[in-house]
Nanobody, 115 residues
Framework: QVQLVESGGGFVQAGGSLRLSCAASGFTFSMYYMGWYRQAPGKQREAVAIITSSGTTNYAGSVKGRFTISRDNAKRTVYLQMDSLKPEDTAVYYC?????????WGQGTQVTVSS
């Protein structure tokens, strides 16, 4: 069955860094767009970064220049390197795999940034 397992979340001070990982199984990883989304308390889930099957990336304006998404098709893993973290980056971060709607979601990993 399809599984997306996120890891790497945690607690960090403002200005710090974290690297999220999402290990995928149960589908043809290389053919899927992969994305990171986040949801803060009381807010809607929003897209953070997307990487296409060919490696093209796209970022939300609020994280551009601070976050980097990458993928390793051999390891079936997508990463989100988060630098210069801000308190407003605090949220649950979810991994998403998309080829046809609705795609697949991971269970999420908490990221908390203190000021």
């Amino acid at each position: 069955q399809v599984q997306l397992v996120e890891s790497g979340g945690g607690f960090v001070q403002a200005g710090g860094s974290l690297r999220l990982s999402c290990a995928a199984s149960g589908f043809t990883f290389s053919m899927y767009y992969m994305g990171w989304y986040r949801q803060a308390p009381g807010k809607q889930r929003e897209a953070v970064a997307i990487i296409t099957s060919s490696g093209t990336t796209n970022y939300a304006g609020s994280v551009k220049g601070r976050f980097t998404i990458s993928r390793d098709n051999a390891k079936r893993t997508v990463y989100l390197q988060m630098d210069s973290l801000k308190p407003e980056d605090t949220a649950v971060y979810y991994c998403h795999a998309y080829r046809t709607s609705p795609g697949y979601w991971g269970q999420g990993t908490q990221v908390t940034v203190s000021s």
